[in-house]
């Protein structure tokens, strides 16, 4: 195992790109993070693996044939030009059945335990039971559950040599389907990946983590991280899309407060991206999504927590609170939140189908060990002072909130999440209500298992303003002058035959909504990807300028674009 500097790493990875050689294996002590990391990826004969899958499945040399000569030695890897070629092989032969094949056997000859084929008891446990939402239901080829960065760094060599489709999935909270699953390809599930390190000033998160999780670990050790808000999402996903906080207001997106990511490139290169080391791949993680890698670790900045914050849930039953219930809205995103941001404030419209009810769910957060609100959540609380006593509201542990806000979620049901950004205004909130409950209510509001929600999340200059000074992110959000609304709308049923009717409702209400959001000159174009539906591109949103680095980022790390084309889900860069 040889040390290299930051220097000569660069040097090495950079001629790996362009001859398709590299060193071994290696170790670099970053200044970023703590002590001495791998990098690289671990020695195994990839060419033999593939060469033993080709020959029981009778269809030798199929990938084989087209390497290089001395691809399985120590010390190679592959090159764009090698892949150039086997593209043009799997077009002109075999469909993705036999590539996928190919991998399936691989992977299994050399992780037996960790590869679960169609038909047997892993493949069943681990593949529909990981995902939130029915939509998203498929039949991989096989299921891959890694328990290691060098796992996955094995895996994506055969993936790319095989040329199969492939997903990752981490906490398969997404409703779209082929987002975090494949048909016919390799699934790769990441929850083998466990643990959550406390070192200092930080916590070393493994990507196979659920947010649960690592809240009670940082709990335990009276600390707090920016993270989901709901236990039950998984940690990648979240927070390679931005990600919202209870503590954003103050610190920004959770992904501005990430300090390092491991990453497995898709040449099965293990890395870490962060301010002092491939700085340009750390900022387009942050909101750049799967494009890039699988990355394997998340570590994220902690602050003292010791004695607690105030914070619950509030319930509003009578719509007679609805006027109210805007204008506390409406003065917390313009005025509240910015004259406090130790604050957050989550305002839900909820209708329940099985009980015929209209309510209000309002989560109250306030980074205080005392149980006051203060004067930017003073109104919200003195809407129903019944409502208030019987809330939830408390002085509690930090990760405590999200485990409550989580313990109502289901995994199973029909789910559709989407969402749009207007600049905040009181009048086009009521407004957007009203489209939405005078459309989805009457038509759907009986049917079984109906709950429909639309919500209302602010994203402050102040905000903004904590994720420029940690260097940037990918979201385009720089140079905003006032509080942008982020209007979410979440549903859910029960029969796969409402489907089409339910979501040509939603497709109705989005459109009335943003005309009406442009109407006011209120419209924003950002689409905050963890909540975007399919077609809405929120990538493309965060502006040229982003999008164009980007694009650069991906061209450098993936130059074979192998998740561009390989990976079927997920919202992709424009333009490659």
Request: proline fraction near 4%; include cysteine; charge should be positive.
């Given at each position: 195992m040889v040390r290299l500097s930051t220097i000569a790493l660069g040097l090495v990875y950079g001629l790996s790109n362009v001859l398709g050689v590299v060193a071994d294996t290696a170790t670099l002590t970053d200044p970023a993070i703590d002590g001495a990391v791998n990098v690289g990826f671990p020695t195994v004969n990839i060419t033999a693996v593939l060469a033993e899958a080709e020959n029981e499945l009778g269809v030798n040399g199929t990938v084989t044939d087209n390497l290089p000569a001395d691809y399985g030695a120590p010390g190679t890897t592959i090159s764009a030009r090698d892949l150039e070629k086997l593209q043009e092989l799997r077009k002109r032969t075999f469909g993705n059945t036999v590539f996928g094949a190919i991998a399936c056997l691989s992977l299994k000859i050399l992780f037996p335990s960790k590869t679960a084929a169609v038909g047997s008891s892993n493949y069943a446990q681990w593949n529909?039971?990981?995902?939130?939402?029915?939509?998203?239901?498929?039949t991989p080829m096989c299921v891959f559950r890694p328990v290691s960065a060098d796992d996955i760094s094995c895996a994506m060599r055969i993936i790319a040599l095989s040329q199969t489709d492939?997903?990752?999935?981490?906490?398969?909270?997404?409703?779209?389907?082929?987002?975090?699953?494949?048909?016919?390809?390799?699934l790769i599930i990441l929850s083998g990946l466990t643990g959550v390190k406390i070192?200092?000033?930080?916590?070393?998160?493994?990507?196979?983590?659920?947010?649960?999780?690592?809240f009670t670990a940082l709990?335990?050790?009276?600390?707090?991280?920016?993270?989901?808000?709901?236990?039950?999402?998984?940690?990648?996903?979240?927070?390679?899309?931005?990600?919202?906080?209870y503590l954003s207001n103050n610190w920004g997106f959770v992904a501005d407060q990430v300090k390092n990511f491991e990453v497995v490139l898709a040449n099965g290169w293990v890395v870490n991206a962060n301010a002092g080391a491939n700085a340009d791949l750390f900022r387009a993680l942050?909101?750049?999504?799967?494009?890039?890698?699988?990355?394997?670790?998340?570590?994220?900045?902690?602050?003292?927590?010791?004695?607690?914050?105030y914070s619950g849930q509030l319930y509003f039953a009578d719509t007679r609170d609805y006027p109210k219930m805007f204008d506390a809205v409406y003065n917390y995103h313009t005025v509240g939140a910015l004259q406090d941001t130790q604050t957050?404030?989550?305002?839900?419209f909820v209708y329940v189908g099985a009980l015929g009810m209209h309510m209000g769910a309002f989560t109250a957060f306030r980074n205080v060990s005392v149980p006051d609100g203060g004067p930017a959540l003073k109104e919200?609380?003195?809407?129903?002072?019944?409502?208030?006593?019987?809330?939830?509201?408390?002085?509690?542990?930090?990760?405590?909130?999200?485990?409550?806000?989580?313990?109502?979620?289901?995994?199973?049901?029909?789910?559709?999440?989407?969402?749009?950004?207007?600049?905040a205004d009181k009048e086009l909130y009521k407004e957007l209500f009203q489209?939405?409950?005078?459309?989805?209510?009457?038509?759907?509001?009986?049917?079984?298992?109906?709950?429909?929600?639309?919500?209302?999340?602010?994203?402050?200059?102040?905000?903004?303003?904590?994720?420029?000074?940690?260097?940037?992110?990918?979201?385009?959000?720089?140079?905003?002058?006032?509080?942008?609304?982020?209007?979410?709308?979440?549903?859910?049923?029960?029969?796969?035959?409402?489907?089409?009717?339910?979501?040509?409702?939603?497709?109705?209400?989005?459109?009335?909504?943003?005309?009406?959001?442009?109407?006011?000159?209120?419209?924003?174009?950002?689409?905050?990807?963890?909540?975007?539906?399919?077609?809405?591109?929120?990538?493309?949103?965060?502006g040229t300028a982003s999008v164009n680095r980007l694009k650069i980022v991906s061209k450098y790390y993936d130059p074979c674009g192998i998740f561009q084309d390989r990976v079927p889900g997920g919202f992709k860069i424009p333009g490659l």
């Open positions: 529909n039971p990981s995902f939130w939402s029915s939509t998203t239901y498929m492939f997903n990752v999935v981490g906490g398969g909270h997404s409703a779209i389907k082929g987002w975090a699953n494949a048909e016919d390809g390799v070192k200092s000033g930080y916590a070393e998160v493994s990507t196979g983590e659920r947010w649960g999780n690592v709990d335990q050790n009276k600390l707090m991280a920016l993270g989901g808000r709901m236990s039950t999402v998984g940690v990648p996903g979240l927070v390679l899309g931005g990600g919202i906080s942050k909101g750049g999504s799967s494009n890039f890698g699988i990355v394997t670790r998340v570590d994220l900045y902690t602050w003292p927590c010791t004695k607690g914050v957050h404030l989550i305002s839900a919200v609380l003195e809407i129903n002072p019944a409502v208030t006593n019987s809330s939830t509201l408390q002085v509690r542990p930090y990760g405590t909130q999200a485990i409550e806000l989580g313990s109502g979620d289901m995994n199973g049901l029909r789910q559709d999440m989407r969402d749009f950004s207007v600049y489209i939405w409950n005078t459309t989805m209510i009457p038509k759907h509001g009986s049917k079984t298992g109906f709950m429909g929600t639309i919500a209302f999340q602010p994203i402050t200059i102040k905000a903004v303003a904590a994720g420029v000074a940690r260097g940037g992110n990918s979201l385009g959000l720089e140079g905003n002058t006032k509080t942008m609304g982020i209007i979410n709308l979440t549903h859910q049923w029960a029969d796969p035959s409402h489907d089409a009717a339910i979501l040509a409702s939603l497709d109705e209400i989005m459109t009335a909504s943003i005309a009406r959001a442009k109407a006011r000159n209120a419209y924003h174009p950002y689409f905050y990807l963890n909540y975007a539906r399919k077609q809405d591109n929120p990538i493309g949103s965060y």
